[in-house]
């Protein structure tokens, strides 16, 4: 994992102060962050970067950990979770696009409004999608980042012992929600903690959902360094080299900030446990929690519904609901360009997930073989990927790659989707494999079985649906893979999330409807085969604990 990262990291270093020898330029030199400090648009570009990943990570956190707090086993609960798979499976780009296909002045939300409630017969002439606060771009990643944390926390949960924690607290007199925070909070997050940085990294350092919502003048910081780097002028790529070292410091800073606030927090929060404060308001903060939950996934699913009407509506006109008419000649017009998309995007994302599976089993198997255990900091080094931004290292590994003579093409572009693949497939089968019960294997070796053969013919079967569901995780951060896919591909490589992102600045809501959706579908068909194939695999062993 440090490979790829510390090499980027270098090739992004060396450009910064000046050196490029592609370029005839060598260093050091201070000129690059001359030219960066001298951008009028540097001070908005870093405010921009700097307040939607907070504010992302925080509202996402809060709605989650109220959620969590008030509903917990309840059945508004289980259908949330019931709703993560699908939500989960949706690339950031496509719940983007459907998210402006909503609020967009000419979005569905206004024809379902107009003429009656607003008397709106035009679109009104508002900045709603890329405005200049960055509210659109902020919810687009809090609709995305809410249920990968629901997902994280609910894994967490299960190693507190938290309802026999808030029992107790509510026996005492604690509401719900005021007794799950003060006795169980504190424990979850100390283990959702990493999940939490890679949140408030990725919002920084974003790039496809800031140039789908965000604005553009001046862009996000992460934004800007992408533009440089595609500049035909080498020597700009010094001044993104800058560029990506200051969205780095950024980075650090941002979770040097979170960490002192996390301090902050848990000194007020003992002062509030030492009040006994019983929590008289748990009903309406509970209750406003639960809405905010459902229109967060609400946006997602709908965002999707009008994607699919996009891609197949003929003439549409403001404020009709509908469009006069359906047809499927949008699918006809972009369906060889998309089938060719899909065809790269499926084979990267296959080869890609079973590699970091292999990886992964390799591991944990020798962790259970030998008596290993993953320490916390080795659990940092997992997340270190994850951590760094994308447009801190990924410029400097494609400048060295190119130096080095590497062809610009499918492998490379594999490699670097592995590096971010390896962690979520890790992170997504870690808990079951070690969670397998060890008997089941002291039985097969007494029986003559070889450590292999238990792994092969008792464990992994066993664990058939934990190995699908990582499988399908890894296939679905793959295809939602951007800025490995444009800065290592070199351009060359379309998939269909590149292809749909550079719809964006075209505007062709039938075009980005089309790819949207098959976008969508690439991610979401692992997980339906990942419920669907231990079903029918298992279908006669109803009391097989692990099927």
């Given at each position: 994992m440090l490979g790829p990262v510390v090499a980027g990291l270098w090739g992004t270093l060396l450009p910064s102060f000046g050196h490029l020898p592609a370029a005839g330029l060598t260093g050091p030199s201070l000129d690059p962050f001359r030219d960066l400090f001298a951008w009028a648009g540097l001070p908005r570009a870093v405010l921009l970067s700097l307040t939607t990943g907070i504010l992302a990570t925080l509202i996402s956190l809060s709605i989650v950990v109220l959620i969590t707090a008030g509903w917990s086993g309840t059945r508004p609960f289980r259908a949330l979770e019931r709703l993560l798979s699908p939500l989960l499976s949706v690339p950031h780009a496509a719940?983007?696009?459907?998210?402006?296909?909503?609020?967009?002045?000419?979005?569905?939300?206004a024809r379902v409004l107009s003429p009656a409630v607003t008397g709106w017969y035009r679109p009104p002439d508002l900045l709603i999608v890329q405005d200049t606060w960055g509210l659109a771009m902020t919810a687009g990643l809090v609709v995305k980042e809410v249920p990968f944390l629901l997902l994280i926390t609910l894994a967490a949960l299960g190693q507190t012992d938290a309802r026999r924690s808030v029992t107790i607290a509510q026996a005492l007199g604690y509401g719900r929600l005021t007794g799950w925070l003060k006795t169980v909070f504190p424990r979850v997050y100390a283990q959702i903690r990493p999940p939490v940085y890679v949140v408030l990294a990725y919002a920084m350092s974003v790039v496809d959902v800031a140039v789908i919502l965000g604005p553009n003048t001046p862009p996000p910081l992460s934004v800007q360094i992408v533009k440089w780097m595609s500049d035909p002028d080498l020597a700009m790529r010094l001044k993104a080299a800058s560029g990506a070292l200051l969205q780095l410091a950024l980075v650090i800073g941002a979770l040097v900030f979170w960490r002192l606030g996390e301090i902050l927090v848990a000194r007020l929060g003992r002062r509030w446990i030492a009040t006994g404060a019983r929590g008289r308001c748990d009903g309406v903060v509970a209750g406003a929690a639960l809405g905010l939950g459902a229109v967060s996934a609400l946006a997602v699913l709908l965002g999707l519904a009008v994607l699919a009407v996009w891609s197949v509506a003929g003439f549409w006109s403001f404020p009709e609901m509908l469009p006069d008419q359906?047809?499927?000649?949008?699918?006809?017009?972009?369906?060889?360009?998309t089938l060719d998309a899909l065809g790269e995007t499926?084979?990267?994302?296959v080869t890609v997930a079973f590699a970091a599976m292999f990886l992964t089993i390799g591991c944990l198997e020798a962790e259970y073989r030998y008596g290993l255990r993953i320490s916390r900091r080795g659990i940092w080094l997992l997340y270190l990927p994850l951590l760094i931004p994308q447009t801190a290292f990924l410029p400097g590994l494609q400048t060295l790659l190119l130096n080095m003579g590497a062809d610009i093409g499918r492998g490379p572009v594999m490699l670097a989707h592995l590096v971010f693949v390896l962690p979520y497939v890790f992170l997504s089968l870690a808990d079951p494999f070690r969670a397998w019960d060890a008997r089941m294997g002291t039985i097969a070796a007494a029986l003559g079985a070889s450590p292999s053969a238990v792994l092969w013919r008792v464990r992994l079967p066993m664990l058939l649906r934990p190995v699908l569901t990582a499988l399908a995780v890894g296939v679905a951060v793959s295809v939602g893979q951007y800025l490995p896919t444009l800065l290592i591909g070199g351009g060359r490589v379309a998939t269909l999330t590149t292809e749909a992102v550079a719809l964006a600045s075209g505007g062709d809501r039938r075009a980005i409807g089309v790819y949207?959706?098959?976008?969508?579908?690439?991610?979401?068909?692992?997980?339906?085969?990942?419920?669907?194939?231990p079903a029918l695999v298992w279908r006669n062993r109803k009391g097989l604990r692990y099927g």
């Open positions: 719940a983007a696009f459907g998210l402006a296909f909503l609020i967009a002045p000419s979005g569905w939300i359906f047809t499927w000649r949008n699918w006809l017009r972009h369906g060889p360009g499926a084979l990267i994302a949207g959706l098959m976008q969508t579908g690439t991610a979401l068909v692992p997980f339906a085969l990942a419920l669907l194939i």
